[in-house]
């Protein structure tokens, strides 16, 4: 596009800016400036005389809200610098002074404000804790837990109830955990139900086995045969005789058991005809089973609502004792706050005049009627669907065709009647079509995969079709869509196809990188690289094909921490370090990759003890040396439980059990052992905030940080993350990969909104029936496709956001359809018309500087480029040395305070510098450095980053997290953040002159010095300074030797930095990784 074109929504981007008074909804297509409309209109405001502390930006995430106070900084900043008119520039430029003011933060950040505002009005305590998601989950199953141990002496008549229907407590966890997610739904139940005629269904399949008993040759010769069918039935049979036909749960256990005709072959019965008559038989015996099956799953529903209904207040009660709220409770208690207290209303009403919502297609419903309640005229109506809002009040801005979060409680049918609402009440739609991310190719692709998915006018379930506009131009280079195609035959292995994708996908991303693959006349680099899964838990399958061909990646959204090798590893055996009683997890560690003991040894040792348990002196003489290892183990990370924190007892039993060697020796090494660092370190910060040994494990259990990605890389790799983690991002080349679509899509929950009240049908499967659904709520048949019909619409928007993430290149795997199969991208697959092979990768646009600079780091010295690049520095060298010279005049020798050292004091005391390299102290003295900046730092994320960054392997990664970890927690680090004032890496230059004759020797023709140095830290105690000099060289040899040499370079940083403050400095040597102290005169000192 032009400059002189004019936008073909120009004027909806005008009205966003100037109509301040009408509320609007403003559906923004994807990559069409969400972000700077927002910041457009509140910068508007800000001109209008709204001040900034009357206006709330909710966001759909933390990562949003900084982006968008970051731009509304900048743009502040710049508005105010060119606004002409007095009013209007003082206007911005008090807002700029006010800015923290304003607020911008997600839903359940804004909640949490308003309720420690007025906490007596909304019945919390103002010190409230909040959980997050994880959090919350381990609190909930400590909480279930505790209440499934105490229902039979406090509700014995539910246990009766369970127990008499054959319910395992447990399997009731999924339905409270529903309950608790969805605190504003009332589960819909039918207590009128009676119990299914079990009799009559069991006579018939009696008599059926009663048929088979007397041809039991036959099936036992089909199940010779590797008849499935046979197989069941023989089981069947055994059973019968000792089957209580009295116990309903065990009958209806034994017929869901019943085989499928489909799982008879005729071939691999000797009866061919009589088999045909069996298969008959299974047909219909069949169907009343499963019919049944879902009577018998209605019948069970309310009884099991008896059992989880009552905890839910229960769990609310709990979380109050613990002074904890989950998000739930922040919405639910800021909506009552407001809904039920008119003043309360009135107070917040007018001090955030001003909403704007963001990605407001995902919103929770309680966020929706929240907003209503702010912005409505009548303070005391408290139907917030009957509320008017005020003018001006309201600004939403989403795209309902990138509404992909139902399964967290976003609501496609709430967006439709807000929006419905503000226009009936004077408000207006606008929309945003003009794309300022993707090529006009790419667009008009979109344009043609979506057109016949999404109607002209939305749906209850669907979004309307609203086409993207080109923004930009074709640049140079190729641009538009290529598929990747991986042909099968038959019945493919799902996970052959999911790894030849990765390793094409890794193998292409390296071709280009390494070839200088070129778009717009610049070479792509690994940031350029956006790998995009459906879902979360194969990202660290494609994670793996790159690190393994050496391709630097971030994985964000992925199974990650919580699904890592090393913490699957380890969980068995804290189970059993937890709980002295717990033989599974006992049998499950000794068995395992940890320990590794064989069954036989595990059976000799169980046939002569009787049982399977550790304790202090359990093991006699002669007991297997890998039996007496494991039991040291155990007993050692018990006493470490016992005397230790909980955060610290983790970190010791992960390097007794040799985690981190473990991590770092297999493939991805470097992501596997910055998973584990940071599953210490969270376990660490939860020890901090008061959490158990049991509490950590229980956590580790639920999968920590599931939705925290590993970023060990602070730039320059390949991003890899699943869909959902991908909205509001983009990428130059965007690759939608693995085509292997899920198994099952059947739905599993439906909450209708239509009443007064939401209705909710929770269902239950468990595979204690063969996989069928174990608890049915009413009407479920109608609910369910009900249900698919959402989740149909919802799978076309996924692959809508996936579909416009990418700016030049969108790349997608594609499977064949000879396997019969249906393909992840089977909604694009029909518009791909160019494979990927077609795309040649060109390295000519390399330029001359980047090969300049691969030549200084890699290249050959008898290359004439290399060697006139050699002699650029050098002149640029000399040049410096000139300009000192003009400036502070001749005959000073510039000299930094450690070359003097190295001339002075001569060769090292034990010839080279002992200790890790270079690098290993550049990483430490910069984690150091980051550290005293801020004692929150997120040790293990950053030594990642830094350490890959300075070739550090993963083994040193790991045992530098450790180190960093100890030395944060150790007393002298409590001394340096208790000090007044910490300086880190501070740079000096002073003129002086030699004071020593080793001195004058050592820096040449003068005696005069221009010396440079830089103070690792400084920190100010009182009236006098304390400069730390860090070693991280070895000085297991002799420190004393090391201090001497290196104690007249602190000598000089002590005497120049006492000129420079005029304030008293003492000076100490630190050996870091011994802890050893001196001062500047080399005498051992206590730190």
């Known amino acids: 596009m032009t400059a002189t074109e004019v936008l073909a929504d120009a004027g909806a981007r005008k009205r966003i800016e100037e109509d301040l008074d009408c509320n609007f909804v403003v559906e923004a297509a994807a990559g069409t400036g969400k972000t700077t409309s927002l910041v457009g209109r509140m910068l508007s405001l800000v001109r209008s005389g709204v001040p900034l502390g009357n206006i709330a930006a909710v ?50 950040s804004f909640c949490a ?10 019945g919390v305590t103002p010190d409230f804790m909040e959980l997050d998601e994880t959090d919350a989950a381990v609190m909930r199953d400590r909480f279930w837990r505790q209440y499934a141990d105490e229902l039979p002496k406090k509700n014995p008549q539910a246990w009766s109830s369970l127990k008499k229907i054959g319910l395992d407590i447990d399997s009731l966890r999924p339905l409270f955990g529903n309950q608790t997610a969805n605190p504003d ?140 709220l989950d998000f739930g409770d922040l919405l639910l208690k800021t909506r009552t706050m407001l809904r039920d207290n008119p003043a309360v209303r009135r107070y917040f009403s007018a001090r955030y005049a001003r909403l704007l919502v963001d990605e407001f297609q995902d919103t929770d419903p309680i966020q929706a009627e929240i907003m209503f309640l702010l912005a409505g005229e009548e303070s005391s109506q408290t139907d917030w669907r009957s509320l008017t809002p005020r003018k001006g009040s309201l600004f939403i801005v989403g ?119 070129c778009l717009d006349g610049k070479p792509l680099a690994w940031e350029d690289y956006l790998v995009l899964t459906p879902f979360k838990k194969e990202t660290s399958l494609y994670a793996d094909a790159l690190e393994v061909r050496g391709i630097p990646c971030n994985v964000t959204g992925g199974e990650g921490i919580g699904n890592s090798e090393e913490l699957v590893f380890l969980l068995p055996f804290l189970r059993a370090v937890s709980d002295r009683g717990n033989s599974g997890a006992l049998l499950a560690w000794l068995r395992g990759p940890l320990c590794g003991i064989d069954d036989e040894t595990l059976y000799r040792y169980v046939k002569e003890r009787k049982w399977l348990s550790f304790g202090k002196d359990d093991l006699p003489d002669g007991t297997d040396p890998k039996l007496v290892r494991a039991e040291r183990l155990l007993d050692e990370s018990r006493r470490l439980v016992a005397v230790s924190s909980p955060g610290a007892a983790l970190a010791r039993i992960a390097d007794l059990l040799g985690l981190f060697l473990l991590a770092g020796s297999g493939k991805a090494g470097e992501r596997r052992v910055g998973a584990l660092a940071k599953i210490l370190h969270l376990a660490r910060e939860k020890d901090s905030e008061g959490a158990s040994f049991r509490d950590i494990v229980h956590w580790l259990e639920n999968g920590p940080g599931q939705e925290q990605g590993l970023p060990l890389r602070s730039g320059g790799a390949v991003r890899v993350m699943n869909v959902h983690q991908a909205k509001g991002l983009e990428a ?36 204690q029936y063969n996989g069928t659904k174990l608890l049915r709520p009413p009407h479920w048949e109608e609910k369910s496709k009900l249900e698919e019909r959402f989740l149909e619409a919802e799978r076309d928007r996924l692959q809508y956001v996936a579909a416009t993430r990418a700016e030049k290149l969108l790349v997608v795997s594609a499977m064949t359809k000879k396997s019969g199969r249906e393909s992840s991208w089977n909604g694009l697959e029909p518009f791909l018309k160019h494979e990927l092979s077609e795309l040649v990768i060109h390295p000519a646009c390399v330029n001359e500087p980047a090969r300049l600079e691969q030549l200084f780091l890699f290249g050959d010295e008898s290359d004439p480029l290399f060697l006139e690049d050699v002699s650029r520095l050098r002149d640029a060298g000399r040049e410096r040395a000139e300009r000192v010279k003009a400036l502070f005049g001749e005959g000073f020798e510039p000299l930094s305070v450690t070359a003097l050292t190295h001339r002075v004091g001569g060769a090292f005391p034990y010839g080279e510098e002992e200790g890790d390299g270079m690098p290993w102290g550049t990483v430490l003295h910069r984690l ?39 030395i944060r927690e150790s007393a002298f680090w409590n001394r340096i953040t208790a000090s007044e004032r910490r300086l880190a890496e501070v740079p000096f230059l002073v003129r002086t002159v030699a004071d020593s004759e080793k001195e004058k020797k050592g820096a040449g023709a003068t005696e005069s010095l221009l010396l440079s140095g830089t103070v690792d830290l400084a920190i100010l105690e009182g009236d006098s300074w304390t400069l730390i000099d860090y070693k991280t060289n070895s000085a297991r040899n002799d420190a004393v030797k090391l201090a001497a040499y290196y104690s007249p370079q602190l000598s000089r940083y002590v005497r120049h930095w006492k000129e420079l403050t005029k304030q008293e400095t003492a000076g100490l040597l630190w050996f870091v990784e011994t802890g050893e102290f001196f001062d500047e005169k080399g005498m051992r000192v206590e730190g």
């Open 928 to 966: 150091l450095e980051m550290l005293a900046a801020d004692p929150e730092l997120d040790i293990p994320v950053t030594a990642g980053r830094v350490g890959i960054n300075e070739g550090l392997d993963s083994g040193q990664i790991a045992r530098m997290t450790v180190l960093v970890e100890g």
């Open 113 to 122: 404000r308003m309720l420690r505002e007025r906490p007596v009005e909304a």
């Open 732 to 767: 130059p080349v965007v690759f939608l990969a693995n085509p292997v679509a899920p198994k099952n899509n059947a739905a599993y929950s439906h909450i209708s909104r239509d009443g007064e009240s939401p209705q909710g049908y929770f269902l239950v499967a468990s595979g």
């Open 399 to 517: 795209d309902p065709k990138q509404s992909i979060y139902r399964f967290r409680r976003a609501d496609i049918g709430t967006y439709n009647f807000v929006r419905d609402r503000i226009l009936a009440t004077g408000g207006e739609l606008l929309t945003l079509q003009t794309n300022f991310r993707s090529e006009p190719a790419v667009c008009e692709w979109v344009n043609g995969v979506f057109a016949g998915k999404f109607p002209d006018d939305s749906t209850p379930e669907q979004a309307r079709r609203v086409d993207l506009f080109a923004g930009k131009q074709c640049g140079d280079g190729p641009c538009g869509v290529f598929f990747l195609d991986h042909p099968v035959e038959g019945r493919a292995v799902h996970e052959e196809v999911q790894k030849r994708d990765a390793e094409a996908i890794a193998e292409w991303i390296g071709n280009a990188v390494n070839n200088g693959f």
């Open 185 to 324: 739904v009332d589960v819909v139940v039918d207590s009128s139900l009676q119990p299914p005629d079990v009799q009559s269904v069991s006579a018939n399949v009696f008599s059926f086995l009663d048929r088979m008993q007397n041809s039991r040759k036959h099936a036992e010769t089909a199940a010779g045969n590797g008849d499935k069918a046979a197989v069941m039935i023989l089981f069947l049979l055994d059973r019968r005789a000792h089957l209580n036909q009295a116990a309903l749960p065990d009958v209806i256990d034994f017929l869901s058991r019943f085989p499928g005709a489909s799982t008879i072959t005729l071939k691999n019965w000797p009866d061919r005809d009589a088999a045909k008559g069996v298969k008959q038989s299974m047909v219909s015996l069949k169907q009343s089973i499963d019919a049944l099956l879902t009577e018998w799953a209605g019948y069970c529903y309310s009884f099991a609502v008896d059992v989880t209904g009552p905890a839910v207040p229960l769990y609310g009660e709990y979380r109050r004792s613990e002074g904890v």
């Open 59 to 108: 966001t759909f995430t933390r990562k949003a809200a900084a982006r968008l106070s970051e731009a509304l900084q900048i743009r502040l900043e710049q508005a105010a610098a060119q606004e002409s008119d007095k009013k209007a520039k003082k206007l911005l430029l008090q807002a700029l002074d006010t800015r923290e003011q304003a607020f911008i933060g997600t839903i359940h």
